[in-house]
């Protein structure tokens, strides 16, 4: 299984970034996905994830109404976090994740993990 994620980058505040994992390895069309973040000397935290189904999307309410976890197909070979609105606070390692159990807010609870992508919005 892999994970490969991209689109990081420095952005000012209030700009925009669509991170990208590809996903191969496996069939993921039953797999839940997500996001996980991590900034410097901070908790690794989530993000955003998405049910097995592809039906349901969960949202930490720091990011909520301003990031979106999107899919390309039912097959899930490739996840989008698109990132609008951005803040200071966005700054960290984003990493995305997958698992063949029900979606979470633990990060244990999931199996495979992306090499993570920076992030840094700063002006």
């Known amino acids: 299984v892999q994970l490969q994620a991209s689109g990081g980058g420095l952005v000012q505040p209030g700009g925009c970034l669509r991170l990208?994992?590809?996903?191969?390895?496996?069939?993921?069309?039953?797999?839940?996905m997500g996001w996980f973040r991590q900034a410097p000397g901070k908790e690794r935290e989530p993000v955003a994830t998405?049910?097995?189904?592809?039906?349901?999307?969960?949202y930490a309410n720091s990011v909520k109404g301003r990031f979106t976890i999107s899919t390309d197909n039912a097959n899930k070979n490739t996840i989008y976090l698109q990132m609008n609105g951005l803040k200071p606070e966005d700054t960290a390692v984003y990493y995305c994740?997958?698992?063949?159990?029900?979606?979470?807010?633990?990060?244990?609870?999931?199996?495979?993990w992306g090499q993570g992508t920076q992030v840094t919005v700063s002006s």
């Open positions: 998405m049910s097995g189904n592809g039906l349901n999307t969960y």
């Open positions: 994740v997958s698992d063949p159990r029900p979606s979470s807010w633990l990060s244990y609870r999931y199996a495979y």
């Open positions: 990208s994992c590809a996903a191969s390895g496996r069939n993921f069309s039953t797999y839940s």
